[in-house]
Every structure is written in structure tokens, then in C-alpha cells.
């Protein structure tokens, strides 16, 4: 796994970069921009992760794959006695992003297929800001 250093100071600009993304998530999604809003939910997930890894150990994950991210995650969690689930939700996260941003094919996601994103995007903010209070107040979420 490639990692790229980082000082820990810089931590806050991931943060703010995700939840941006997030927020962007959440207006694509009520504008039915399905697609955008998916891929910014799975982007705001992987620069959250990479907020709390510069901050715990002043690196993130620099793998084209970001699968390099959850294991990087992983790696964290078991350092600062964390439970690892939000690495395996970001797992479950980053997992379709190949196909949706790259495919040479148009893949039209559906409703209930930015539902399910944006819900285990949710739950990924929500355990990485309990588990990690640094990132401080948790983004509103959208109803």
C-alpha cells in the first residue's frame, strides 16, 4: 500500500473537503442527479477517511485503488483501539466507484441505489465522528 505523508496539521482540509462532498451529495440527490450524487457521497467517505489517517498517523492511503484507504483505515482503528466497522462500511462504499465513474458504459443509478450510498455514507460520518472526536460537529444531515 502506497501512503502518501502528510503533516497532521492538514487534517482539517480533508475534513472540510468532505464534508463539502457531502453536502454536495445531499443536493444532488434532491435535484435527482443520482449519478453525482452518489459519487460525491463515495468521495466525501474517502477524504473523511483520509482527515482521520493524517491525523492519527500523518499519512493517507496514495493507491489509485482506494480499497487502500479501508485498509489504511483498518490499520488505524486497531492502533487507536476503535472498533473497525467504519472501514468496512467504507468498504462496502468505495467498492462500486470503478464502475460508476470510469465504465465505458453510462450506468444510470436508481433511486434506491442512491439511497443505499447515501445511507451507508451517513452512517460512515456518523461513526468516524464519534469514534474520532478531532473531526469535531458531525455535518447536518439532509432528510
Known amino acids: 500500500m502506497r501512503t502518501k505523508a502528510l503533516d497532521r496539521t492538514r487534517f482539517v482540509n480533508y475534513r472540510g473537503r468532505a464534508d463539502e462532498f457531502f453536502r454536495g451529495m445531499l443536493?444532488?440527490?434532491?435535484?435527482?442527479?443520482?449519478?453525482?450524487?452518489?459519487?460525491?457521497?463515495?468521495?466525501?467517505?474517502?477524504?473523511l477517511s483520509d482527515a482521520v489517517a493524517i491525523h492519527q498517523v500523518g499519512k493517507r492511503a496514495a493507491d489509485d485503488e482506494h480499497l487502500s484507504a479501508v485498509r489504511l483505515l483498518e490499520i488505524v482503528c486497531q492502533g487507536a483501539g476503535i472498533d473497525s466497522r467504519g472501514?468496512?462500511?467504507?468498504?462496502?462504499?468505495?467498492?462500486?466507484?470503478?464502475?460508476?465513474?470510469?465504465?465505458?458504459?453510462?450506468?444510470?443509478?436508481?433511486?434506491?441505489?442512491?439511497?443505499?450510498?447515501?445511507?451507508?455514507?451517513?452512517?460512515?460520518?456518523?461513526?468516524?465522528?464519534?469514534?474520532?472526536?478531532?473531526?469535531?460537529?458531525?455535518?447536518?444531515?439532509g432528510g
Not at 465513474?101 to 443509478?109: E, F, N, P, Q
Open 27 to 47: 443536493d444532488e440527490a434532491w435535484a435527482v442527479r443520482y449519478n453525482a450524487a452518489a459519487l460525491l457521497g463515495i468521495h466525501a467517505a474517502i477524504a
Open 87 to 141: 472501514a468496512m462500511r467504507l468498504g462496502e462504499i468505495v467498492s462500486g466507484k470503478n464502475d460508476l465513474a470510469y465504465s465505458d458504459r453510462y450506468v444510470a443509478i436508481d433511486t434506491d441505489q442512491v439511497q443505499r450510498i447515501r445511507r451507508n455514507v451517513e452512517r460512515f460520518f456518523t461513526w468516524a465522528y464519534r469514534n474520532f472526536g478531532f473531526l469535531g460537529p458531525e455535518p447536518a444531515q
